[in-house]
Nanobody, 119 residues
Framework: QVQLVESGGGLVQPGGSLRLSCAAS????????MDWYRQAPGKERELVARIFSSSSTYYADSVKGRFTISRDNAKNTVLLQMSSLKPEDTAVYYC?????????????WGQGTQVTVSS
């Protein structure tokens, strides 16, 4: 059974930066896409960024130009570099992986990592 553990969150001032990491344990035969989601209080979980096995990427409009997603294939790890953070980026950030375009996520949602942007 695959488990995903997010880390790297914290409290940062507006304009600051953080780097989130998602580490996978367990056997993963194939990864099609690695996703970062976030969920703010009272809001639905939203897709923030995705990186495909081809290394192409997708970003939500709200983070485009500020966030960068990258992956370490050998370690099945996905990173999210967040810069120019805004208070509206405050949320719990989650990661998950897909093995194919139509498959469900390979793991249950983890605890996430809290990102708080505040002065």
């Amino acid at each position: 059974q695959v488990q995903l553990v997010e880390s790297g969150g914290g409290l940062v001032q507006p304009g600051g930066s953080l780097r989130l990491s998602c580490a996978a344990s367990g056997s993963i035969s194939r990864i099609y896409a690695m996703d970062w989601y976030r969920q703010a209080p009272g809001k639905e979980r939203e897709l923030v960024a995705r990186i495909f096995s081809s290394s192409s990427t997708y970003y939500a409009d709200s983070v485009k130009g500020r966030f960068t997603i990258s992956r370490d294939n050998a370690k099945n790890t996905v990173l999210l570099q967040m810069s120019s953070l805004k208070p509206e980026d405050t949320a719990v950030y989650y990661c998950n992986y897909k093995s194919s375009p139509l498959s469900a996520y390979i793991a249950s949602w983890g605890q996430g990592t809290q990102v708080t942007v505040s002065s």
